[in-house]
Each structure stands twice: as C-alpha cells, then as structure tokens.
C-alpha cells in the first residue's frame, strides 16, 4: 500500500487504549499489522521494527499460535523506514534468521512466498 497522503493516514490512526478493560484482567491489547496478504488461503504477515526495537511478548505469542495454524508465514524486518538490516522469517515448519539482509533479500524473501502461496513451488 502506497500511502499518498501521509497526514490523512495518520489522522485515521486507531488508539487501541479505548479497549482497555475489555479482556479481563489481562495484558492483551490489540496489535498492528504492518503488512497482510493472502494469496490461495495462505497468509504472510509482515511486522516491520526499528532496527534495535524488540518484539513484544505479545507479539510472539500471536505470532507464534499463527505460525502454527500452517497457513501462515511470519516475516519480521528490523530496520530504519525502507531500509531492512535483518530479518526472521517463520514458515509453517521453521525459522529463519537473516542477520544482514538489504531490500533485494527482503524482496526475494516476498517474491518466494508469492510463488509458494500462488502454488508454483514448494517453499513454505
């Protein structure tokens, strides 16, 4: 997604604290979703990260109960804006840690899923 109108986009963001209470006596709060495609009935869901941001627990735990259900793929790029310096890709059957990893291995990483999800090959 192309964000055209950067002001307008961030206008319209959601503060989740207006949920607080409604799961119990819990730390659950809804998460974001960097990026979300589905192709086929497979998901790969993108979390992007600063580059020494560290996952929330949260997040790992949903990640994880996602990664299980076998359709999808978990791809988390840590790196200023545009700029990945490494990665973690979760697959149905593994992970994969990427310690250095530019733009044209983020894109190779996306275009083989595509290519999973669309049914051309085996990886996944």
């Known amino acids: 997604m192309t964000i055209n109108n950067p ?15 409604c799961f119990g006596q819990t730390k659950i709060e809804p998460a ?8 086929n009935g497979k998901f790969l869901l993108i979390e992007a990260k600063g580059p020494t941001a560290d996952l929330k627990q949260g ?24 700029k990945p310096e490494r990665m973690e890709l979760w697959t149905r059957s593994d992970k994969v840690i990427y310690n250095k990893a530019g733009l044209q291995k983020f894109r190779e990483i996306v275009s083989k899923w595509f290519a999973w999800a669309d049914g051309e090959s085996t990886y996944g």
């Open 32 to 39: 974001d979703v960097d990026g979300l495609v589905e192709r």
């Open 7 to 21: 002001d307008a986009y961030v206008a319209g963001i959601w503060d989740w604290g207006i949920l607080g209470g």
């Open 59 to 82: 997040q790992r735990i949903t990640y994880e109960a996602l990664q299980k259900t076998g359709v999808f793929s978990i791809l988390i790029v840590w790196g200023d804006t545009n």
